[in-house]
């Protein structure tokens, strides 16, 4: 088992910044990845970002948001600027226990409970 502990998000400006951070604890192997999603209201869970022995993101964040982890503390940051109001959303944090380099909502072993990102116009 897999806990995930996230934490950051809240209300920000357009154009503004944020940081989301989240902690893996618990039976992790060596070789894992971390990543992103994201879920607006009434639309489907996406990709955002992912690191495994390599980075990705999605094309709408590339440029503006930054994926990096700190493997000593198991931790995984999502560095988010330029926001956008289309980047409100609920974000989670997720966990595969094996490398690869973008993963799909299927693919996720444990996801994190989320949380609120609110871009205002």
């Known amino acids: 088992q897999v806990q995930l502990v996230e934490s950051g998000g809240g209300l920000v400006q357009a154009g503004g910044s944020l940081s989301l951070s989240c902690a893996a604890s618990?039976?992790?192997?060596?070789?894992?990845?971390m990543a992103w999603f994201r879920q607006a209201p009434g639309k489907e869970r996406e990709f955002v970002a992912a690191?495994?022995?390599?980075?990705a993101y999605a094309d709408f964040v590339k440029g503006r948001f930054t994926i990096s982890r700190d493997n000593a503390k198991n931790t995984v940051y999502l560095q988010m600027a330029s926001l956008k109001p289309e980047d409100t959303a609920v974000y989670y944090c997720?966990?595969?226990?094996?490398?690869?380099?973008?993963?799909?909502?299927?693919?996720?072993?444990?996801w994190g409970q989320g949380t609120q990102v609110t871009v205002s116009s």
């Open positions: 690191i495994g022995w390599t980075t």
């Open positions: 618990g039976s992790t192997s060596s070789r894992y990845t």
């Open positions: 997720a966990f595969r226990n094996k490398r690869m380099i973008v993963p799909t909502t299927t693919e996720i072993d444990y």
